[in-house]
Structure formats: C-alpha cells, structure tokens
C-alpha cells in the first residue's frame, strides 16, 4: 500500500476556487482518484485520473469545474476546483489503486481527507 496526505482544503465563499493536493509515497505508478463525503451521505467518486495522466474520468457533479492531474515526478495529484457550489461541501479523499475507476473498491490505499467547506 501506499501512503497519501491531502492538503489544501479550507473555507471559500460560493463561486470561488481551491486546488487539492494528494501526496503519495512510494512509487506512482498508480492510479488516482478523488472522492467526497457530505454529511450525513455515503462517500461519493469525484474524479480519476490514470498512473500515465493521460486518462481522466470525473463524476458528473465535476465535468466542467473540476480537473484532476498529476505530477508523477513529485508523486503527487492534484484536484483543482472551479466554481464552487455550497453542494460541494465534503471531506475529500484520495486514493490510489491498480485501475483508474469510479468505484470505491478499485482503490486499496486512502487519505485521511480534507475538509472543503463552501459557504453561500
């Protein structure tokens, strides 16, 4: 397994931005995901990108605000977040797994996530 820390979430009004970091030890030939837990709901797939970062795939919710990428050199990944919605209030986890993936169970090693917090 790997190890993964995030950074960068915070409190920002509606409309606003914030740019999520994941950093990974060890090797980072890994796929990468990006998912959210609100309060009071199960967690939820926001967005994946594939070890090469060629391949990205994002939830619905996301597609057009949000993009995943990363930077392999630095074994990190990064969730910029556009256009903010007080919706998007979650703590937000990255994973790392063998296949990039919407689903939970395709991924083997979590963070321990970040609180984003949008305010209307």
């Known amino acids: 397994q790997v190890q993964l820390v995030e950074s960068g979430g915070g409190l920002v009004q509606a409309g606003g931005s914030l740019r999520l970091s994941c950093a990974a030890s060890?090797?980072?030939?890994?796929?990468m995901g990006w998912f959210r837990q609100a309060p009071g709901r199960e967690r939820e797939f926001v967005a994946a990108?594939?070890?090469?970062?060629?391949?990205?795939y994002y939830a619905d919710s996301g597609k057009g605000r949000f993009a995943i990428s990363r930077d392999n050199a630095q074994n990190t990944v990064h969730l910029q977040m556009n256009s903010l919605k007080p919706e998007d209030t979650a703590v937000y986890y990255c994973?790392?797994?063998?296949?990039?993936?919407?689903?939970?169970?395709?991924?083997?090693?979590w963070g321990q996530g970040t609180q984003v917090t949008v305010s209307s």
């Open positions: 060890g090797r980072a030939l890994y796929a």
């Open positions: 994973a790392a797994g063998r296949h990039y993936s919407k689903y939970e169970n395709s991924y083997d090693s």
């Open positions: 990108i594939g070890w090469s970062g060629d391949s990205t």
